[in-house]
């Protein structure tokens, strides 16, 4: 049955029935208290009735809090995906309850962002907000409509095709050198990404157990796509590898924030502008198509599963291609 009374200048309703939790709602006018009321007695005896309840008291940060604690442990990348949802959780639409998380809040987060980050930033942390919602809707009990599948994506933008030239490529080492205080690991695995075509992650990931260098192999159990592949090393690679410190653990023991830190001091060193750790990977796999130009041997060198991904990260040059026209 429901109950209205007056409470601190306004009305509350509440709807009180065996089998479900108390129902609870504030109004401005008696009408609009009635009508809510009777809406929810209806939906309770139809059987069709879900009551906003947790979403009402649960904000969004606390959501990602719970999912950072349960749910990101278990899952590939969970170190550089906490540090990503420990800064959403500092945003302002963190603060926000679940029961008004509307299109039109995550639409101002969105344009929010916007003009801090790029497009594709900003569609990767809606996508990964929205897992993060329909989880929360699945296994927590948080029953609201997901406002992320109403609203407008950015448009994408082009892709990068930055790629590292010669003299480029030797600017950055000699910027990642050893040298004082600078990562001793840092020009190795420079060398590696762009002889193997390897992700940041998969090189963070490999381990000398995962190696065989009289076959000139490196095998990675694991993927970003969740496949694993064997990868062959060039001359370059092995010699490089040869001068490493081996042990049964990572080849390269190092953490990928302190990478990325690492990596952004030398491009700024080597004065290389707006170069990115992943352009590593499209240098590699340009220069690994003029002796590799068969696309299925290239696709299981760089582990993509379709050509269509492949050819983002091929990038000839038109004054190459018109040498091979003849």
Not at 31 to 54: I, N, P
Not at 167 to 188: I, K, Q, T, Y
Not at 243 to 263: H, N
Request: charged share 25%; glycine share 8%; hydrophobic share 40%.
């Amino acid at each position: 049955m429901a109950s209205i009374r007056e409470r601190n200048g306004r009305l509350q309703a509440r709807v009180i029935r065996n089998g479900y939790p108390d129902e609870v709602r504030t109004f401005c006018s008696r009408s609009e208290a009635e009508r809510w009321a009777r809406g929810v007695e209806a939906a309770m005896d139809q059987g069709s009735f879900q009551g906003l309840g947790d979403a009402e008291r649960t904000t969004l940060g606390e959501v990602i809090a719970r999912y950072i604690a349960e749910v990101l442990p278990a899952k590939k990348g969970a170190a550089e995906d906490t540090i990503r949802l420990n800064a959403l959780c500092r945003r302002p639409i963190a603060q926000t309850l679940m029961a008004r998380l509307t299109p039109a809040r995550t639409a101002a987060h969105r344009d929010e962002r916007l003009r801090e980050v790029s497009a594709g930033t900003v569609t990767r942390e809606l996508a990964y907000l929205s897992s993060i919602i329909n989880h929360a809707r699945r296994e927590w009990g948080i029953v609201i409509n997901n406002p992320i599948s109403s609203i407008k994506k950015p448009p994408a933008g082009p892709g990068r095709d930055r790629v590292l030239s010669v003299v480029e490529e030797m600017r950055l080492l000699v910027a990642l050198a050893p040298s004082g205080r600078r990562n001793r690991w840092m020009e190795p695995l420079v060398v590696l990404a762009l002889e193997t075509a390897m992700r940041r992650g998969e090189l963070l990931a490999w381990r000398w157990d995962g190696g065989n260098l009289p076959r000139r192999t490196a095998t990675l159990l694991t993927s970003k796509n969740g496949y694993g592949r064997a990868v062959p090393l060039s001359t370059r690679a092995v010699n490089t590898l040869a001068l490493l410190p081996s042990s049964t653990g990572a080849v390269f023991p190092v953490r990928q924030c302190a990478v990325a830190k690492a990596f952004e001091k030398g491009v700024v060193r080597a004065a290389l502008g707006d170069l990115h750790f992943h352009d590593l990977r499209h240098t590699a796999i340009t220069r690994l198509a003029e002796k590799v130009p068969n696309v299925v041997e290239l696709s299981a060198i760089s582990g993509h599963r379709s050509l269509a991904m492949l050819k983002r990260y091929y990038h000839p040059r038109a004054e190459d291609l018109a040498l091979k026209l003849g």
